[in-house]
């Protein structure tokens, strides 16, 4: 006997039933694996423990970085993973959203990390003592944002716990490492390990052959010539240095930028250690246009040439910027920055 049109229905109704509860559990993962976090952000797998609340206050150096969108300790709160799904960009900034993160972050590193550079799509830092271990990781999301993961281990004072801890550990410094394994900087020429020691605690990108980083909330960038001849001679000795020198480089400038008010104009700079003995070095001041740009000179022994490096600033459109005192300001600045440069090349290769 065929069966009746109500005993069809229910067939039908139980065989639809059957297919969305076999699909069901395809789509519930694939939902899950959306939300979960990276892995270098899987803190159950890499610290082998169930997250728990953490009792101690979080950084305040890290209040900047805004609301991490996790922050987990186990351990008895001796480790810690604060992860940023997506990290702010600071409105106004001159440098890369990832570029400051990254200084944000290796503030609290014991260590100073090399320069973000805008190449990267991804770094990370590991570093620490006996007492406290960290490990950082800053990379580009598929969805074009910035995320970052920070670890902290205040290792144990027991053996046996200790051992148990650094086993994973290792996990998580390996994790944070492998996003940072294909990132390299470009070989430092000496100018560039000067520009790194004097801008250690600012926030700074290398972007081609152009260098930026923020100074007293403003904005500079550096640009690198090769090293070549001075249009006039300049000594190496500072005991070589004559008036009459400057001055004959002071014209041949103010030639070369007709437009130029001269803030400094083209001086020898004092050694970074009153009455030490130094090779020359030179720098000038102008105001051209909406920038005020700096320059240095420095010559290399017996005349193989001069390295020089200028930095420049913008004063912006409004007109308060360019007030006479805005303007020495800003000159005051570079001047230092530059002083500062000066002196880094001293430490390192003199």
Known sequence: MMPGP???????????????????PKTRPAAARKDAPPAVADFDKLSGAHPRACEASADARLAAMGEPSRRQCAWSGRIEMQYWRTIPAPTGACLPPAAIAWHRLATTAQTKPAPWNAAWTGNALVSGNDALQQALALWHAEDGSWSAVLWRWLPSSKPDTRAWEQDHWKDVVASAQAIG????????????????DATASKPRVLDGDNWRWVAQHTCLTMQTASISQAQLHLPYSRDDARLEQRSAMQVQLARRFPNAEWLQPFTLLEPATPGKRSSAKFIAVWKEGTSVKGQLWIPLREDSGVVRARIGSELGPAPAVHSDDAVKQRADLVEHELTALANAWEARHE
């Open 181 to 196: 394994a294909a990132s390299r900087q470009p070989a430092a020429s000496p100018l560039l390990q000067a520009w790194v």
């Open 6 to 24: 109500s005993l069809a229905l229910l067939a039908g109704a139980l065989a639809l039933g059957a297919a969305s509860a076999s699909a069901a």
